[in-house]
């Protein structure tokens, strides 16, 4: 995130469009008289008169359950410190948006104007009819503690103040971890914990309760040693003062300590201090954006460390996004009383032992690691990993349920766990895990069309989010005005003109004219031909000087694929390319093919295309579940359409069993797994719902993809380019910024996949000749 940052662009990303980052949607049908009667008056009169009689049936008639207040009142926000109710309002509302696509919560945020701990309690308390739960947030200690306090006792619903127990829970789970590989009893260690606020405090409760010796922890605030004799400590800081006179220093504290524990300052320990730490030390440097001392010079001190920190760029990244939107999704689901300490340490422990466990494929793709295992870099999940919904929540809601706290008991955890995985989609999720793989090893990606601002502040956002290296191809003057005149940072970026580069163009064409050369092509045609910046930049990419490139945004889709075609040529044992558009849709994504190149192909063509998206789909760590498009349903019409889709599956039922196919059926059948099953319990698709559709020619995808990024909401994510044997990807004309960023990041996961299968036929080749010598 570091580069994110930057002031205009998160003033743009906030303001545009809508401003802010949510809103309220209506969840029932609104289109008719009916539909209004039914959701105001006189119709909401039924709900209002069943409440009345049972209060506990506001869970029945209205979003309360899955309703989540995060309240602050602007005295601790962030890194900023006390800068007010309405400037807290941008992180409640990130708060909120985190709560949703991670746990599917609703939120309303809620900003408090006044510092008065008898108000703001006042104020909190008389809003429990309307919440299943409270997120407390940037309160400063100590008052928080106070607060959340109170609030716990007065009220009978769910409360947490995040900021304490968040870090708390996901460092206790690394903790346990670290203490299990380090070889250390939990129960033995000694703790240096630098800072004394909110989450320092809790942290080491926690700990505590977790089994660490209360005389085996000294602490340390801006004034030094938490200690006896200290006189300006409050009473939450006064419990973990200690007795002991032989230290005065955190350097001399660290000496012989197992752990130390940072949530203070950036660069406060020095490498000294570690040295002089007990063997195999743990080191939690939690302090953002800049560690207690940097992860490069820990490791570089101490061999035998496990550091943890608070950034995504570093191994075992302590981030609270692993606990707060799963500890309320248990407590909201069996409507929970409170949040208690069994349900806290539930979560630690659900989250620890889920680290031990074999690491999904997809969360491997997203870090682009070939196998990530419990070890020194893998202390706690990822963010990514989609089984945390299921574990942590469910172990919060058991632990409730055990400890009497829970006001609904759920007995069928399956049918459980099953509610928690549909909940959320794919949508999202899958762009954000395609986005953090391409962040792990970023690719040079030549921009054909680089003297556009679109294409100018795409290339700074994946510059700047580390997505890839972008390469400027275009007049040097024109590229650089643009630049200048709209602000862009884009500084040591490589800037190409073909124009100037004579001894370039005369290799390229020297190398299109030896392809080209029985289709009609001179030596003069081809060196005329690399003026155009779409057959010098895919030249570049095919002489590996670019990993991939992007282009389409100012010209149309077969201007811009023929010099792909004709410099790179479709990858060995492909007969064709086709165009894949991912779909992302409340459901999850779906694929559609072929969207963009092949206008009326053959039933062996349609073969070729199903194929191609059989395989790239795959690359997405999604199983393809194919369906063949028609306006018939298994032979219920006749026609050149439904005969030609008909034929193609059974091509693919005989010669490719190994793929999840059917057809040929209309688009509800396909989608609509119900339908499906209740009317052609015969096919393969009977079972689950395609995610991937193939249309019977051109028009109709085209049609379809449009209609639905229109009418219905979904996001389009393409046209991604299948077959070539170098990765062009190739923008629509007029895309957004936002769409040619997408673009750019599934380029990059593509060069990385192309690496991939080239390196394990690498090593497969090298196995073979091994095993025949």
């Given amino acids: 995130m570091s580069n994110i940052n930057r002031k205009q662009d998160a003033l743009d990303y906030h303001s545009q469009g809508r401003p802010g980052k949510i809103q309220v949607v209506p969840t029932k049908p609104t289109t008719s008289q009916r539909d209004l009667t039914m959701a105001y008056s006189p119709g909401v009169a039924e709900p209002c008169l069943k409440i009345a009689d049972n209060t506990d049936d506001v869970y029945k008639y209205t979003a309360k359950g899955n309703l989540v207040a995060v309240i602050s009142n602007g005295t601790a926000v962030l890194g900023l410190g006390n800068i ?50 409270v997120n407390l947030e940037d309160i400063k200690a100590p008052e928080c503690f106070e607060i959340e306090t109170r609030l716990k006792q007065e009220m009978n619903i769910p409360v947490m103040h995040d900021d304490q127990h968040g870090t708390a829970i996901i460092s206790g789970a690394a903790l346990l971890n670290a203490c299990e590989i380090q070889k250390k009893k939990i129960d033995k260690i000694k703790v240096v914990v630098s800072g004394a606020g909110a989450a320092a405090v809790s942290c080491s409760k926690m700990y505590l309760s977790l089994g660490v010796k209360k005389e085996n922890l ?6 030094g040693l938490i200690n006896m004799e200290r006189t300006d400590l409050d009473d939450m800081r006064m419990f973990f003062a200690t007795n002991r006179t032989d230290i005065g220093t955190i350097g001399e504290a660290m000496k012989g300590a197992d752990v130390f524990i940072g949530l203070s300052a950036g660069n406060v320990i020095q490498p000294e201090m570690l040295v002089g730490m007990a063997k195999n030390p743990i080191v939690f440097a939690m302090a953002n954006p800049n560690p207690e001392i940097a992860y490069e010079l820990a490791i570089k001190t101490r061999k035998d460390l496990i550091m943890a920190t608070g950034r995504s760029d570093y191994p075992n990244q302590v981030n ?118 391409a962040k792990t090893d970023p690719k040079r990606v ?30 040097r003057e024109k590229i650089q005005s643009i630049i200048d005149e709209h602000a862009l940072e884009l500084d040591g970026v490589e800037i190409i003109d073909q124009m100037q580069n004579p001894v370039k163009t005369k290799q390229y064409a020297a190398a299109l004219y030896k392809k080209r050369q029985r289709k009609g092509v001179s030596i003069n045609d081809a060196t005329k031909l690399l003026r155009d910046r779409n057959y010098y930049g895919a030249s570049m990419v095919e002489f590996g000087e670019a990993d991939a490139m992007i282009s389409g945004l ?45 206008v009326d192909p053959t039933a062996e063509e349609l073969v070729d295309i199903t194929l191609l998206l ?52 209309q688009g509800n059948f396909a989608i609509n797994n119900e339908l499906l099953k209740d009317n052609f319990p015969f096919s393969t698709l009977a079972d689950e719902p395609a995610n991937t559709l193939i249309f019977p020619n051109l028009e109709s995808g085209n049609i379809a993809y449009k209609l639905l990024q229109e009418l219905g909401g979904a996001e389009a994510v393409g046209p991604i380019l299948l077959g070539l044997n170098k990765p062009v990807h190739i923008v629509q004309l007029g895309s957004s910024v936002r769409e040619i960023v997408n673009m750019v990041t599934i380029a990059v996961v593509d060069v990385q996949a192309k690496e991939e299968i080239a390196e394990t036929s690498k090593r497969k080749g090298i196995f073979t000749k091994t095993t025949k010598k």
């Fill in 320 to 437: 609270n996004v692993l606990g707060f939107p799963y500890i309320f999704r248990g407590a909201l689901d069996v409507r929970a009383t409170t949040i208690n300490e069994a349900m806290k340490i539930a979560a630690v422990k659900a989250i620890a032992e889920l680290a031990k466990r074999s690491v999904p494929e997809a969360v491997n793709l997203a870090y682009n690691a070939r196998n990530l295992k419990f070890g020194k870099d893998y202390i706690i999940p990822k963010p990514v990993d989609f089984r945390l919904i299921t574990e942590v929540s469910i172990a919060v809601a058991k632990a409730a349920i055990e400890s009497g706290v829970a006001r609904k008991v759920i007995t069928d955890w399956d049918a459980y766990s099953e509610e928690l995985r549909k909940r959320l989609g794919l949508d999202d999720a899958i762009m954000r895990s395609i986005t953090t793989k």
């Fill in 446 to 475: 030549v921009f054909a069309e680089a003297d556009n601002y679109k294409i100018l502040k795409a290339a700074q956002i994946v510059k700047d989010e580390n997505i890839a290296i972008p390469i400027l191809l275009g007049n």
């Fill in 554 to 598: 100012t010209k149309n889709y077969g201007d811009t694929i023929k010099p792909a075609l004709q410099v790179i040529g479709v990858e060995p044992g492909v007969k064709r390319v086709a165009g894949m558009y991912m779909m992302m849709t409340k459901k999850g994504p779906v694929f559609f093919g072929d969207t963009t190149v092949n």
């Fill in 218 to 223: 000294v602490m340390f605030d801006i004034n």
């Fill in 84 to 133: 007010g109710p309405e400037a807290s309002k941008p992180v409640m509302e990130g708060k909120g948006l985190l709560f949703k696509i991670f746990a599917d919560i609703d939120v309303f945020d809620l900003e408090l104007d006044t510092k008065n701990i008898d108000d703001f309690v006042k104020i909190v308390k008389a809003l429990e009819p309307t919440f299943g739960g």
């Fill in 614 to 665: 059989d395989k790239s789909v795959k690359q997405f760590n999604i199983k393809p579940r194919i369906a063949l498009l028609s306006y018939s349903n298994f032979g219920s019409n006749d026609g050149v359409t439904p005969n030609k889709v008909r034929e193609t599956v059974r091509i693919l039922h005989k010669n490719h069993p190994e793929v999840v196919v059917d057809g040929e059926m």
